[in-house]
């Protein structure tokens, strides 16, 4: 019996299927439906045992992957910018049906990286997160424009806090009756957007309230609910990562290198991985390290490193030994240590 592999390059409607055997001869090719059980039938009418069943990252590879996998397929997720390099190698016209049978040969060769799908749990939490933050950024953006607007006129906004920001466009624009039409459009819009986020937010909140692991995380100073529950979901599973010092890497937060020979550079990080939860990561040292009062080895360590570099540096790696440290709390389930001298030092990123 015919050992199988199956590449599938799937668009919003149709996916192409290539399934080819071990010494790579071509077996089937066929556009299906882009739904799981479409593909699922098209692949089980295929005599032979099934080795992999390949699909790029992309926004159904969640919806695939365990549709396939609930099958009994054996699905895997395979890294995007590999498969580019690799079809790009193999295939001078670019096609649904040669990036099927690029991704096939792929799969057989095991020349892939795999990427971790993660939970549907982990998926909602995760969507939770990115619509608040879209919302977030979208009362910044209406806040901006009336400033924007204004100020052709000398009507200058100032520093005011979000409660006051209202009033103080009204009386900007009373005895201006065109501009106050406009301003009160934008103002009515930002308070639904900002209505829309508090029901968000709270609901944020009641998730991580009730979440031992993000309640432990939250007794790191400057670590709140968004960058608890951004880590746990992005995270997923602890046992994925060999070493706590991996997770840095994993969220771009390690400087690019370049070595060839006598050359050997290091650059700016990475920015690899989830921007979402990096830019927690960042914005829970910069409250540390800037705001914080209380002392722990970590700000310690943050703060002397910026007297010998920068500030905007230490911020980074104090992200970067925050999200070892997270990890490593996560594994071992033990609560975050305030002194050096708590058990094992802290851990170095």
Same mark, same amino acid.
């Given at each position: 019996?015919?050992?199988?592999?199956?590449?599938?390059?799937?668009?919003?409607?149709?996916?192409?299927?290539?399934?080819?055997?071990?010494?790579?001869?071509?077996?089937?090719?066929?556009?299906?439906?882009?739904? =799981?059980?479409?593909?699922?039938?098209?692949?089980?009418?295929?005599?032979?045992?099934?080795?992999?069943?390949?699909?790029?990252?992309? =926004? +159904?590879?969640?919806?695939?992957?365990?549709?396939?996998?609930?099958?009994?397929?054996?699905?895997?997720? $395979?890294?995007? !910018? %590999?498969?580019?390099?690799?079809?790009?190698?193999?295939?001078?016209?670019?096609?649904?049906?040669?990036? @099927?049978?690029?991704?096939?040969? $792929?799969?057989?060769?095991?020349?892939?990286?795999?990427? %971790?799908?993660?939970?549907?749990?982990?998926?909602?939490?995760?969507?939770?997160?990115?619509? !608040?933050?879209?919302?977030?950024?979208?009362?910044?953006?209406?806040?901006?424009?009336?400033? *924007?607007?204004?100020? =052709?006129? *000398?009507?200058?906004?100032?520093?005011?806090?979000?409660?006051?920001? @209202?009033?103080?466009?009204?009386?900007?624009?009373?005895?201006? =009756?065109?501009?106050?039409?406009?301003?009160?459009?934008? &103002? #009515?819009? !930002?308070?639904?957007?900002?209505?829309?986020? #508090?029901?968000?937010? @709270?609901?944020? +909140?009641?998730?991580?309230?009730?979440?031992?692991?993000?309640?432990?995380?939250?007794?790191?100073?400057?670590? *709140?609910?968004?960058?608890?529950?951004?880590?746990?979901?992005? $995270?997923?599973?602890?046992?994925?990562?060999?070493?706590?010092?991996?997770?840095?890497?994993?969220? /771009?937060?390690?400087?690019?290198?370049?070595?060839?020979?006598?050359?050997?550079?290091?650059?700016? $990080?990475?920015?690899? /991985?989830?921007? &979402?939860?990096?830019?927690?990561?960042?914005?829970?040292?910069?409250?540390?390290?800037?705001?914080?009062?209380?002392?722990?080895?970590?700000?310690?360590?943050?703060?002397?490193?910026? !007297?010998?570099?920068?500030?905007?540096?230490?911020?980074?790696?104090?992200?970067?030994?925050?999200?070892?440290?997270? %990890?490593?709390?996560?594994?071992?389930?033990?609560?975050?240590?305030?002194? #050096?001298?708590? *058990?094992?030092?802290?851990?170095?990123?």
């Amino acid at each position: 019996m015919s050992t199988l592999y199956a590449g599938l390059d799937v668009s919003l409607e149709m996916t192409s299927v290539c399934v080819v055997d071990a010494d790579g001869r071509l077996l089937a090719e066929k556009q299906v439906s882009s739904d =799981p059980e479409a593909i699922t039938k098209e692949l089980l009418v295929i005599e032979g045992t099934w080795e992999r069943v390949g699909l790029e990252a992309g =926004p +159904l590879s969640q919806w695939l992957f365990f549709g396939l996998k609930d099958a009994g397929l054996p699905a895997v997720c $395979i890294e995007t !910018r %590999h498969a580019k390099a690799a079809i790009t190698a193999m295939s001078r016209n670019k096609n649904d049906r040669n990036d @099927a049978r690029s991704i096939a040969q $792929i799969i057989r060769s095991g020349w892939f990286k795999a990427v %971790h799908v993660k939970s549907t749990d982990s998926q909602e939490l995760r969507t939770l997160l990115t619509s !608040r933050e879209f919302l977030v950024n979208k009362v910044r953006d209406h806040e901006n424009e009336m400033r *924007g607007a204004l100020r =052709p006129f *000398g009507l200058k906004v100032g520093r005011v806090g979000a409660s006051g920001f @209202a009033q103080r466009i009204r009386d900007l624009v009373s005895d201006r =009756p065109r501009l106050a039409l406009c301003m009160e459009a934008l &103002l #009515a819009s !930002r308070e639904v957007l900002r209505q829309q986020l #508090a029901s968000l937010h @709270a609901a944020l +909140l009641r998730v991580v309230k009730n979440d031992e692991l993000c309640v432990r995380f939250m007794g790191i100073p400057g670590v *709140g609910p968004v960058t608890a529950l951004a880590f746990k979901t992005t $995270i997923d599973r602890p046992d994925r990562f060999r070493r706590s010092a991996d997770v840095g890497a994993h969220l /771009g937060l390690t400087p690019r290198q370049f070595q060839s020979g006598e050359t050997d550079r290091r650059g700016r $990080i990475g920015k690899g /991985g989830d921007s &979402l939860t990096r830019t927690a990561l960042f914005a829970a040292a910069n409250v540390m390290l800037s705001r914080s009062t209380q002392w722990t080895a970590l700000k310690h360590w943050g703060v002397t490193l910026a !007297r010998r570099s920068s500030l905007k540096k230490a911020k980074v790696a104090v992200a970067r030994k925050l999200a070892v440290i997270m %990890h490593r709390m996560w594994r071992d389930g033990t609560p975050f240590r305030w002194t #050096a001298q708590e *058990g094992r030092r802290t851990p170095e990123p």
